[in-house]
């Protein structure tokens, strides 16, 4: 507990930023026994949330938490803030006002940066987040983003707007499009209809002198020898970045391993239109593999380990994947299904075969809880909500046709090296 007014941070990392006056919490993380053999999440760590003039330990905040931030310039309360044992820090963007669906880290260093930043929508919790660790608006040296969807860079603007410092770094295959992101954003608005405006909102620009394009195997230096590795890992997008910490032997993979949120025991792939695509994924993995990480640290959401099972698991769950949608569309066809009808079939297996049945709606009669979640007040129960969280940021039906347009363009030989 930090008295009023006194600088208190106990992390088990070396934290090198101290903003006089600010009051800062940031809990050990208590790492429990990873088991053997299994996949799993990487620390059992405590969570704090920071609060003005005092610091309470916690569990993450529950599935009907008040959080509700919006991207006004108010106040607001800073999101959850968690120190893992390799001294990351992960901050939890709460996009669409839930815990644990996009993290951002920040990595202490004497440069330090921050990894995905999440939507527009909620950057203000965010940002009121990284203040309340005690970074003032000199401090931040990069914002480090994976690839340019909006859930991991929507609010790329607004950092670099509060630090005028940073750079935003970002692949030559994107960076354009935060710069003047006009495109992007009615992309977006396309692909996530009403969540445009509810979950995300609109990316604001990044002047283009404050961006950094990086090609493959740029290097980022943190002072003190300490130095980030960017490995252009497409498959999931074009212009994916994945990010490799040598120090601490772990990879910020953004989407290119799949998502696997707390409580969910494998990866599920992210395989959304239009640029995925299965061999550029697979590359990616084993880019990752010869870089021997122990962890792996998922946008979507928190750590994994050990890397090596990760990464096989990931290459697994990709393969199950294309192999059910191509039986799926192939069926399809042969049924006379096309267009919507095809889509809907693929995604309907998609979602019989692999869906993460979430525990309070278990005993609900084995009813189609995909389904009735469609109607169901997400803030209701735990169940609906881990529902709505993979449906967010992991939907079948997306993950569908992605993975049609990917099997068409396959066969119509349409496909580059890249997608
Ligand atoms: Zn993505």
Redesign the pocket.
């Known amino acids: 507990m930090a008295a009023a007014g006194a600088v208190s941070r106990v992390a088990t990392g070396a934290i090198t930023w101290v903003a006089p006056g600010a009051i800062t919490g940031v809990a050990t993380a208590a790492i429990s026994g990873v088991a053997t053999g299994a996949i799993t999440s990487a620390a059992t760590a405590t969570w704090a949330t920071v609060t003005a003039g005092t610091t309470s330990v916690g569990r993450p905040r529950s599935a009907s938490s008040e959080v509700a931030v919006s991207n006004d310039g108010e106040q607001h309360d800073p999101p959850p803030v968690l120190t893992h044992d390799d001294g990351v820090i992960a901050i939890d963007t709460l996009t669409a006002g839930m815990t644990d669906v996009t993290a951002g880290y920040l990595i202490d260093a004497p440069r330090p940066a921050l990894i995905e930043c999440g939507p527009a929508l909620t950057i203000a919790s965010v940002l009121q987040g990284l203040a309340a660790l005690g970074l003032g608006p000199n401090d931040l040296a990069y914002l480090v983003l994976t690839?340019i969807?909006l859930?991991?860079a929507g609010g790329a603007g607004d950092v670099a707007a509060a630090f005028p410092n940073a750079t935003v770094v970002v692949s030559e295959h994107g960076a354009r499009h935060l710069a003047e992101p006009d495109r992007l954003n009615a992309s977006s608005a396309r692909v996530y209809g009403p969540l445009f405006d509810t979950v995300y909102g609109a990316c604001t620009p990044v002047p283009a002198a404050r961006l950094r394009s990086v090609a493959d195997r740029d290097e980022l230096d943190l002072g003190a020898g300490r130095v980030l590795e960017l490995l252009h890992t497409p498959g999931?997008?074009k212009h994916?970045l994945g990010v490799v910490d040598p120090d601490i032997g772990a990879v910020f993979s953004?989407?290119s391993v799949g998502v696997q949120l707390p409580g969910m025991t494998e990866l599920r792939p992210?395989t959304?239109p239009p640029e995925f695509h299965l061999d550029a994924a697979l590359r990616s993995l084993d880019r990752y593999r010869q870089r021997a990480p122990g962890r792996i640290y998922l946008a979507h959401y928190g750590p994994v380990e050990p890397a090596d099972a990760v990464l096989d698991q990931a290459e697994e769950q990709l393969r199950r994947w294309v192999e059910v949608a191509e039986q799926a569309r192939d069926e399809a066809h042969t049924l006379g299904l096309t267009g919507t009808h095809e889509l809907d079939h693929v995604a309907e297996t998609l979602q019989h075969r692999f869906h993460v049945q979430p525990p309070a709606t278990e005993e609900a009669g084995g009813g189609d809880t995909a389904d009735d979640a469609d109607d169901a007040d997400v803030t209701d129960d735990a169940g609906s909500l881990d529902d709505a969280r993979l449906r967010l940021l992991n939907d079948t039906r997306a993950n569908a046709a992605g993975l049609l347009r990917y099997l068409h363009r396959r066969d119509t030989g349409e496909l580059t090296a890249l997608g």
Do not use: L, Q, V
């Open positions: 690839h969807h859930d991991h999931h997008a994916h953004g989407d992210a959304p």
